[in-house]
Nanobody
Framework: QLQLVESGGGLVQPGGSLRLSCAVS????????IGWFRQAPGKGREGVQC????????NPADSVRGRFTISRDTAKNTVHLQMNSLTSEDTAVYYC???????????????????WGQGTQVTVSS
C-alpha cells in the first residue's frame, strides 16, 4: 500500500523559510514522480513543484520559481520542499502526491497523481 505523509508545516513570518517533507512508503522514489500541491481557503488546488522519478526533472510553478526547491533523499525515501521568501500568498494546506505512471517528467496538474497525502498547514503571518 503506497502511503505519503507530509510534515514540517507551521506558522512562519513573511520572508521566512520552511522545509516540508513527504515520507513515502510502499514504493521507491525511482518508481514515481512526486508532486507538491497546495490549496488556500476558497481557492482551487495549485501545483507548486514536482520531481520526476529519475530525480533530474523538476517543474516549479511560476509563482514559486526561484523560491521553492524540491529535492529527495532516496536513502530515506523522502522528498523535501524547501520554501524561502514566504509571503501571505503562500498560506495554504500543502499536499504531496505520487504519480506512478509518468516516466521521467512530472506534471504540475493533479490529474496524473494517483496517491495523495493528508496535507500539512502552512501559515505565513506576522
Amino acid at each position: 500500500q503506497l502511503q505519503l505523509v507530509e510534515s514540517g508545516g507551521g506558522l512562519v513570518q513573511p520572508g521566512g523559510s520552511l522545509r516540508l517533507s513527504c515520507a513515502v512508503s510502499g514504493i521507491t522514489l525511482d518508481s514515481a514522480a512526486i508532486g507538491w500541491f497546495r490549496q488556500a481557503p476558497g481557492k482551487g488546488r495549485e501545483g507548486v513543484q514536482c520531481i520526476g522519478r529519475s530525480g533530474e526533472f523538476t517543474n516549479p510553478a511560476d509563482s514559486v520559481r526561484g523560491r521553492f526547491t524540491i529535492s529527495r533523499d532516496t536513502a530515506k525515501n523522502t522528498v523535501h520542499l524547501q520554501m524561502n521568501s514566504l509571503t501571505s500568498e503562500d498560506t495554504a494546506v500543502y499536499y504531496c502526491a505520487a504519480d506512478t505512471m509518468t516516466d521521467y517528467y512530472c506534471s504540475g496538474s493533479g490529474t496524473p497523481y494517483d496517491y495523495w497525502g493528508q496535507g500539512t498547514q502552512v501559515t505565513v503571518s506576522s
